[in-house]
């Protein structure tokens, strides 16, 4: 027996940012090389002094005049459209099998 652990879910959680626990929304890469969506790092700027500190506690301090110029994560964006497009189709399938018992 294979685990419970599906290609799908690993996927899930490598897109899922660990402030706002969702897929990535406008998602940024830090010094660090962790990724977190820019709204929530701004969130976390706006109650921090206007300094954003790693969640995950490296030693990562951003200033709000660094936050906009922050690198984008394209791939992160393309797997969180992506699994979009994959939750639609699975539901799709899931209708059709059923009305297919019927
Ligand atoms: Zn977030
Ligand atoms: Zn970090």
Same mark, same amino acid.
């Given at each position: 027996?294979?685990?419970?652990?599906?290609?799908?879910?690993?996927?899930?959680? %490598?897109? !899922?940012?660990? *402030?706002?626990?969702?897929? $990535?929304?406008?998602?940024?890469?830090?010094?660090?090389?962790?990724?977190?969506?820019?709204?929530?790092?701004?969130?976390?700027?706006?109650?921090?002094?206007?300094?954003?500190?790693?969640?995950?506690?490296?030693?990562?301090? %951003?200033? !709000?005049?660094? *936050?906009?110029?922050?690198? $984008?994560?394209?791939?992160?964006?393309?797997?969180?459209?992506?699994?979009?497009?994959?939750?639609?189709?699975?539901?799709?399938?899931?209708?059709?099998?059923?009305?297919?018992?019927?």
């Amino acid at each position: 027996m294979a685990t419970n652990i599906s290609t799908e879910q690993i996927i899930d959680e %490598l897109v !899922t940012c660990t *402030i706002c626990f969702e897929h $990535f929304d406008d998602p940024r890469v830090l010094p660090c090389s962790h990724t977190y969506c820019l709204k929530c790092i701004r969130g976390v700027a706006a109650r921090n002094n206007s300094q954003f500190e790693c969640p995950l506690r490296d030693g990562t301090i %951003l200033t !709000t005049e660094q *936050i906009p110029t922050l690198p $984008f994560n394209r791939i992160a964006l393309h797997i969180v459209e992506e699994l979009k497009k994959c939750k639609f189709h699975f539901i799709f399938n899931s209708l059709y099998d059923s009305s297919d018992f019927i």
